[in-house]
């Protein structure tokens, strides 16, 4: 009887990821930018991994930079992008209430290739954070408002009340920064209907 072949899984030597791959396929509006992005980024020697459902590249194990799209626009976002220098003055915050993360934003190829140097300016210095250990000093649980028709659930359902209490300090802050993003009420109000058997499990909004 022949012998099977052993077959052995390599990397691809351009660093992609197999498991990551559906997602620039699925692209319509900006494929041609993401799969100019996906280039640059991993020509700085990150590892490419899927997470919340887009690529994210990290440093030992440590999420550097990731990629996401938009209706207006695809980004580059960097998870602890408010610890860079920012020489360029072109690090956005998404909204007033992320603390960490800052996205470079693109609405055409040429933008990012004219951008290419810079942006792998701004990716090695991301990893050099990651290779010095510093951290971001987030604000305490406290300090976040809370939307009001969470307040009112809370109000409403003591046994949602407790297991919202309950959850460790990120998980709150994730569902209070989320919650509050939408601009309309009725959202605020799906988000938290959709999320509440997740509180009531002790699960994040992520998980």
Known sequence: ????????????????NPKVDWYFRKAKKWKGELEKLRAIVLDCHLTEELKWGV???TF????????HDFK???????VKGVLLKDAE??????????????????TNVGEIVEMEPILKAYIREAIEVEKAGLKVVHKETSEY????????????IPRFKKAFNALTPGRQRGYLFYFAQPKL????????EKYMPHILEGKGWND
């Open 60 to 67: 030992e194990k440590h999420n550097v930079v990731l990629i």
């Open 185 to 192: 009420s009725k959202t605020r109000e799906a988000r938290i």
């Open 72 to 78: 207006e626009y695809c980004a580059l976002l960097f």
């Open 89 to 106: 003055g072109i690090l956005i915050q998404q909204t007033k209430n992320v603390q960490a993360g800052r996205q470079i934003r693109f």
């Open 145 to 156: 408002p809370v939307p009001v028709e969470l307040q009112k659930k809370l109000d409403e």
């Open 55 to 57: 690529p994210v590249y």
């Open 1 to 16: 009887m022949a012998k099977k072949k052993k077959i052995i899984e390599r990397d691809s030597p351009s660093g992609m």
